[in-house]
């Protein structure tokens, strides 16, 4: 058995990214996150005024890892982004921009990142929240696991945004991300034996709901990590100078579905917010709630560890999107800021990043399945084509492999995103190194799924150079027309204008 994991590391520290040997996956991810984390201390991080979120786990995990300090989510809300990310395709391919759309049905019958694996000889397991449950999926989508799914029973009754539950209930009647953890180590206790000979291999990917509304977590974590007084208001509860109407979102999630917002009867209107005392405790809350998922990530892979998986398991962790705590006044997802769209993204690689690598590259979610496909030795995947609703397997993201060995060298200019409004506009957005830059444009759906960039009815343009909370909106600033030019091109071009023509081709240093 030692001979074989030394074999995995000699392997796997040529950094070929395709190797004999096997790696196990596990693959951890959260719900609307945002980069807050220790590790995103500094220019990427969201803000200035947060408490530092005590996430040791997180940090620990961040400290091995490629750690993608500027990973973009393709959509801001739960599924299409889980949909973009698992089939390596974007919203326009999947042709997912809902929560009810399943993405079989409507973009084309893909092979996911655990089927890929699965149809690869692998175990492949799912638990927790993966896929957005919609009525033809299940939440699962069964193709994809070839072991039992596992949801969880949720004993949590009330309908308030937030539920601090004292830690003495929880001893039989455990929260639902406490099951998921547990069957997680259940399962790696099954899978343990013929994994670490290489006999038979898992992608075990466990998905954990919180910090997603409601926020509920164990009342001792709000106690001792988060005192009142150590909660701040953001600075800019207001929405940015000059944007258009249509950018906003009047966070329906948060004022419709739960009892104690829906009560204070907030509008949801453009420069208005949640009364200050209640940002104070959701905010609480939210903290609280990503502290509990992080202790129970620790809990997982100390499972792995001690069951000798750690030298043949690359382990990524990532949040489906960023989210908004009272920024712009905003709440949640559903926009294309920059908060919204920037989430958290680390994976490591046994004997590639035990030492921890940090990059400020531009970096997307559909980067994930290629890079976790070939990080676990099953090589690379091939572009996708403009038409590849009948191709199965295929990447319109970019392999991160080759970040491990230059984290300072481009891999792709641009990162994308896009949100819909209403029933014919989409929000294109697409973010360089210094801008963000989003056009509000008429979308047709199906069957073109197309948009047409000659009717606008709405732009923004936000430097990140003097304005990185995103408060002023520069579009019609005559100093920055020269840069609007520039940035509307490269936003109607594409991302296959900005992209590497294979997984691990670096096309261009950083300017």
Same mark, same amino acid.
């Given at each position: 058995?030692?001979?074989?994991?030394?074999?995995?590391?000699?392997?796997?520290?040529?950094?070929?990214?395709?190797?004999?040997?096997?790696?196990?996956?596990?693959?951890?991810?959260?719900?609307?996150?945002?980069?807050?984390?220790?590790?995103?201390?500094?220019?990427?991080?969201?803000?200035?005024?947060?408490?530092?979120?005590?996430?040791?786990?997180?940090?620990?995990?961040?400290?091995?890892?490629?750690?993608?300090?500027?990973?973009?989510?393709?959509?801001?809300?739960?599924?299409?982004?889980?949909?973009?990310?698992?089939?390596?395709?974007?919203?326009?391919?999947?042709?997912?921009?809902?929560?009810?759309?399943?993405?079989?049905?409507?973009?084309?019958?893909?092979?996911?990142?655990?089927?890929?694996?699965?149809?690869?000889?692998?175990?492949?397991?799912?638990?927790?929240?993966?896929?957005?449950?919609?009525?033809?999926?299940?939440?699962?989508?069964?193709?994809?696991?070839?072991?039992?799914?596992?949801?969880?029973?949720?004993?949590?009754?009330?309908?308030?945004?937030?539920?601090?539950?004292?830690?003495?209930? %929880?001893?039989?009647?455990?929260?639902?991300?406490?099951?998921?953890?547990?069957?997680?180590?259940?399962? %790696?206790?099954?899978?343990?034996? !013929?994994?670490?000979?290489?006999?038979?291999?898992?992608?075990?990917?466990?998905?954990?709901?919180?910090?997603?509304?409601?926020?509920?977590?164990?009342?001792?974590?709000?106690? !001792?990590?988060?005192?009142?007084?150590?909660?701040?208001?953001?600075?800019?509860?207001?929405?940015?100078?000059?944007?258009?109407?249509?950018?906003?979102?009047?966070?329906?999630?948060?004022?419709?579905?739960?009892?104690?917002?829906?009560?204070?009867?907030?509008?949801?209107?453009?420069?208005?917010?949640?009364?200050?005392?209640?940002?104070?405790?959701?905010?609480?809350?939210?903290?609280?709630?990503?502290?509990?998922?992080?202790?129970?990530?620790?809990?997982?892979?100390?499972?792995?560890?001690?069951?000798?998986?750690?030298?043949?398991?690359?382990?990524?962790?990532?949040?489906?999107?960023?989210?908004?705590?009272?920024?712009?006044?905003?709440?949640?997802?559903?926009?294309?800021?920059?908060?919204?769209?920037?989430?958290?993204?680390?994976?490591?690689?046994?004997?590639?990043?035990?030492?921890?690598?940090?990059?400020?590259?531009?970096?997307?979610?559909?980067?994930?399945?290629?890079?976790?496909?070939?990080?676990?030795?099953?090589?690379?995947?091939? %572009?996708?084509?403009?038409?590849?609703?009948?191709?199965?397997?295929?990447?319109?993201?970019?392999?991160?492999?080759?970040?491990?060995?230059?984290?300072?060298?481009?891999? !792709? !200019?641009?990162?994308?995103?896009?949100?819909?409004?209403?029933?014919?506009?989409?929000?294109?957005?697409?973010?360089?190194?210094?801008?963000?830059?989003?056009?509000?444009?008429?979308?047709?759906?199906?069957?073109?799924?197309?948009?047409?960039?000659?009717?606008?009815?709405?732009?923004?343009?936000?430097?990140?150079?003097?304005?990185?909370?995103?408060?002023?909106?520069?579009?019609?600033?005559?100093?920055?027309?020269?840069?609007?030019?520039?940035?509307?091109?490269?936003?109607?071009?594409?991302?296959?204008?900005?992209?590497?023509?294979?997984?691990?081709?670096?096309?261009?240093?950083?300017?």
């Amino acid at each position: 058995m030692a001979v074989r994991n030394s074999a995995v590391l000699g392997c796997l520290t040529v950094l070929a990214g395709i190797c004999s040997a096997r790696m196990n996956v596990l693959f951890l991810m959260a719900d609307d996150l945002r980069p807050q984390l220790s590790s995103y201390y500094g220019s990427n991080f969201p803000s200035h005024i947060h408490p530092r979120m005590h996430t040791p786990n997180l940090n620990s995990l961040a400290s091995r890892s490629l750690l993608l300090k500027r990973a973009y989510v393709q959509q801001a809300i739960c599924s299409p982004s889980r949909a973009s990310m698992l089939t390596g395709r974007r919203p326009d391919t999947t042709h997912v921009y809902n929560l009810e759309s399943y993405f079989r049905n409507v973009g084309g019958d893909f092979t996911t990142l655990p089927e890929y694996f699965k149809l690869h000889g692998y175990r492949s397991m799912g638990m927790g929240k993966i896929y957005h449950g919609t009525k033809e999926s299940g939440g699962k989508d069964v193709q994809s696991w070839s072991e039992p799914y596992f949801y969880g029973h949720n004993y949590v009754t009330g309908n308030r945004s937030w539920q601090a539950i004292p830690d003495h209930e %929880l001893q039989d009647k455990p929260l639902l991300d406490k099951q998921v953890a547990d069957h997680a180590i259940k399962a %790696l206790r099954q899978f343990a034996p !013929k994994a670490k000979t290489g006999e038979k291999n898992f992608f075990l990917a466990v998905g954990f709901r919180r910090p997603h509304l409601p926020f509920v977590f164990p009342a001792s974590i709000m106690h !001792k990590y988060y005192p009142r007084n150590s909660i701040h208001l953001p600075s800019n509860p207001y929405a940015p100078a000059n944007m258009p109407n249509i950018a906003w979102s009047k966070y329906n999630e948060i004022r419709e579905q739960y009892a104690d917002i829906a009560a204070l009867k907030a509008s949801g209107n453009i420069n208005t917010t949640l009364p200050d005392n209640i940002t104070l405790d959701l905010r609480r809350a939210y903290y609280s709630a990503v502290t509990w998922v992080d202790s129970l990530v620790g809990e997982v892979i100390a499972e792995l560890d001690r069951l000798g998986l750690s030298n043949n398991t690359v382990v990524s962790f990532v949040g489906d999107h960023g989210y908004q705590l009272g920024e712009h006044g905003e709440w949640c997802k559903h926009t294309n800021f920059e908060i919204a769209t920037h989430a958290p993204m680390m994976i490591r690689i046994p004997g590639m990043t035990d030492h921890g690598i940090t990059t400020t590259q531009l970096t997307e979610f559909v980067d994930l399945y290629p890079t976790i496909v070939e990080a676990a030795g099953l090589g690379s995947l091939p %572009l996708c084509p403009e038409n590849s609703a009948h191709v199965k397997v295929c990447r319109e993201g970019a392999s991160l492999i080759p970040l491990i060995k230059h984290p300072h060298v481009t891999i !792709k !200019k641009a990162a994308f995103s896009q949100y819909p409004r209403g029933k014919h506009i989409m929000g294109y957005s697409v973010r360089n190194y210094r801008y963000r830059y989003t056009e509000w444009v008429d979308f047709t759906y199906a069957p073109v799924y197309k948009p047409n960039w000659n009717n606008v009815s709405g732009v923004e343009l936000y430097d990140h150079e003097v304005d990185p909370d995103e408060n002023y909106n520069g579009a019609d600033d005559a100093k920055y027309q020269q840069v609007r030019a520039h940035l509307s091109d490269l936003l109607h071009k594409g991302w296959r204008q900005h992209h590497g023509g294979t997984g691990s081709v670096i096309v261009g240093k950083r300017a």
